[in-house]
């Protein structure tokens, strides 16, 4: 299971930090960053890419629409 740093999240999605936080914290359906160490949190590069991928979708079936 790959762990992916807040900066590798932040360039996979192009935005910034206080975006990325502002999405986890809004959108539910957001993966949740998990504890790495005390002062270092990291999020699940499988859970960021079906994200990724569920967006795609809704985007898709949205012009089909």
């Known amino acids: 299971m790959e762990l992916l740093s807040i900066r590798r999240v932040?360039?996979?999605l192009n935005v910034?930090?206080?975006s990325l936080w502002k999405l986890s914290k809004d959108d539910p359906t957001f993966?949740?960053?998990v504890q790495v160490?005390?002062?270092r949190?990291?999020?699940v590069a499988n859970e960021i890419n079906a994200?990724?991928?569920?967006?795609?979708?809704e985007r898709d079936q949205a012009g089909r629409a």
């Open 10 to 12: 932040m360039d996979r």
């Open 16 to 18: 910034g930090r206080t």
């Open 31 to 33: 993966p949740k960053p």
């Open 37 to 39: 160490t005390p002062g």
């Open 41 to 43: 949190k990291a999020f």
């Open 51 to 57: 994200w990724i991928a569920a967006r795609i979708a």
